[in-house]
Every structure is written in structure tokens, then in C-alpha cells.
């Protein structure tokens, strides 16, 4: 057991790892009322979430997935962070799971010149919201989201991050 984290990209091997932590935590944790079926991304990330400016990761300890985050490129160098979800074990800051998982993406943002990364949330996720907004995300109504925005039917709390803003934070 040598209890590092590693973050890295997402690999068929992890397919069912990954689909089993999220649902777990949508459906036993939060009891959203979503399936698999609801949510086809999880059984094809390569060719929804690794193409173009987009990407998938995971955390992992002694090879277990402990955490996922993505993003989906949306077009006009936008993206939408998905799927952002850490093993209730490891979430807070004796891990850094979930920061150490959105550094990797605003990483990857900066480094793919995306503008902006959006993303939408349940409301059952207060956490989630202190968290996004502890880490430069600004609330954004709706109607204010662009049009090429993927809405996910459960979500219903929306923020954004321009990435020229998460420099300053990020880099601090």
C-alpha cells in the first residue's frame, strides 16, 4: 500500500470501476433518481469525453478509482466539467482528491486554450457548490449558460470559470 495519489487519464481498464463510483454515490448517497441508461457518457468516455478540447480523469489509490472529473468540449472554446465525483472516504482536504482532480483540469483548460468551463450541479450537492466556489466558479442563472450546453435533467445549480480568472487562484 503506498497511498499516492495518482491522477491520470481514463483507460477502458477503469470503465467499470468508474461507472460503479458514480452511480453509487448519484443513486445510494444522494438518491437521485438516475440510471445508467440516463446517463449513456459512462459507458462510451473515450468517444464522448476524449475528443477534441475535452478529457477524462480519475484519482486513484493502491489502484482503486477514488474520484472522476471531465470535460466535454463544447465548441468556441468552452467546455463543460462533468461527472466531477469523489469516494466519500476521501473527500476533503486530508486527500485533496477533488482539488488535485480540478487542478488537472484547469490545467488541461489552460493548456487548450479554453475560455470558459462550465458546469451544472444538483441541488443536493452543497459540498460541491462551496467547493466550486471556493475554487473561483461564479453562479450563473440558467438562462445565461450558452446554447451549446449540455443540461443534464437532474442539475439545476449552474457556475462557470473563466480561465483567465483561475489563473491568479490556481496559481497561488
Known amino acids: 500500500m503506498n497511498n499516492k495519489l495518482i491522477i491520470e487519464e481514463f483507460s477502458g481498464a477503469y470503465q467499470k470501476q468508474v461507472s460503479e463510483l458514480i452511480l453509487h454515490i448519484q443513486q445510494k448517497e444522494y438518491s437521485i433518481a438516475i440510471t445508467k441508461e440516463d446517463q449513456p457518457d459512462l459507458l462510451k468516455i473515450p468517444e464522448f469525453y476524449q475528443i477534441g478540447k475535452g478529457n477524462f480523469w480519475l484519482a486513484k489509490l493502491d489502484n482503486e478509482v477514488i474520484g472522476t472529473i471531465s470535460l466535454l468540449d463544447i465548441g468556441h472554446n468552452q467546455v463543460a466539467l462533468r461527472k466531477m465525483f469523489v469516494n466519500?472516504?476521501?473527500?476533503?482536504?486530508?486527500?485533496q482528491v477533488a482539488e488535485s482532480l480540478l487542478n488537472k483540469a484547469v490545467d488541461w483548460a489552460q493548456d487548450h486554450a479554453i475560455q470558459t468551463i462550465y458546469l451544472g450541479t444538483t441541488p443536493q450537492f452543497l459540498a460541491a457548490h462551496r467547493f466550486y466556489q471556493k475554487n473561483g466558479f461564479i453562479a450563473v442563472d440558467r438562462r445565461e449558460l450558452p446554447s451549446n450546453f449540455p443540461i443534464v435533467k437532474v442539475d439545476k445549480v449552474f457556475y462557470k470559470l473563466k480561465i483567465e480568472d483561475s489563473k491568479s487562484l490556481h496559481n497561488s
Open 88 to 95: 466519500k472516504s476521501y473527500r476533503g482536504s486530508t486527500y
